[in-house]
């Protein structure tokens, strides 16, 4: 991220008026870069590579916040601050523990055959720990959706992740396999994809680079419409993850991202 003077575009408004408070100026501003009146009335635009900003009900662009809050709504404990989304999350993986608003319909997520895992979070991260035999769920809130990580404690951890995501009751939606792995779900009225789900990685503890690609495809995810939810399978190479050279804990990390502006 940069800082740089006002471009061509602001320096051709108005002067500002004498007087007028030093802020951020949401009018000035895009999903990538924020501008403020400094005290003596000039401008300032700062500049990212990644989001920034998301548009509210009224179409400003206000700054993203990806902290997580207290919920608010009965039976969840944590929410992302400030986002076109919400993520919200519950006190154990018991029954839809991840509720995830779209353009204002809620999708619900949770584990089959998983067990009770308890939370902990901290600024944007969030764990159930033992979700799953010997393995832990863990959730980074970004900017632009959300990252899970299955985190397989040792080798008595499974292979196979299974998860049931219902969606919005009265809405159509369609989910289709991509050619790099990940999945897309249209939802409508919004045009292209509300969301996608990354294609899984799967990296072991000896890996020089944990945030890196999996480019021997150690794991899988498939989808399926199961009645009026989807079903959703992640897998790992059972051979790959019994070898003897494997370093636990294993790191198995699909990721939510979210359609700007929905």
Do not use: C
């Amino acid at each position: 991220m940069s800082d740089l003077p006002a471009g061509p575009s602001a320096a051709a408004a108005p002067a500002e008026p004498p007087g007028l408070p030093a802020g951020p100026l949401p009018e000035l501003s895009t999903a990538n870069s924020t501008t403020w009146r400094n005290d003596d009335a000039s401008l300032t635009t700062s500049v990212s590579a990644g989001l920034l900003n998301f548009r509210d009900e009224r179409g400003r662009w206000l700054p993203i916040d990806s902290s997580l809050v207290d919920s608010g709504r009965p039976g969840y404990s944590k929410r992302n601050k400030a986002n076109s989304f919400t993520a919200e999350f519950k006190d154990s993986t018991e029954g839809n523990f991840l509720r995830l608003e779209i353009a204002g319909k809620p999708f619900l997520l949770t584990t089959v055959d998983g067990l009770p895992g308890k939370a902990s979070s901290r600024g944007s991260h969030l764990s159930y720990s033992s979700a799953f035999p010997s393995a832990d769920i863990r959730y980074d809130v970004r900017e632009d959706g959300v990252k899970e990580t299955i985190v397989l404690k040792n080798r008595s951890a499974p292979s196979v992740y299974r998860f049931e995501l219902t969606p919005p009751e009265g809405t159509h939606v369609e989910v289709a396999a991509r050619p790099d792995g990940s999945w897309g779900f249209a939802m409508d009225p919004l045009p292209g994809d509300a969301f996608v789900m990354e294609a899984p990685r799967a990296v072991d503890s000896a890996a020089p680079n944990q945030a890196g690609d999996d480019p021997d495809g150690h794991s899988t995810m498939s989808i399926v419409r199961d009645g009026d939810a989807f079903a959703i399978t992640v897998a790992i190479d059972e051979a790959w993850l019994g070898s003897a050279d494997r370093s636990f804990p294993v790191l198995l990390d699909p990721t939510i991202t979210i359609q700007p502006d929905v």
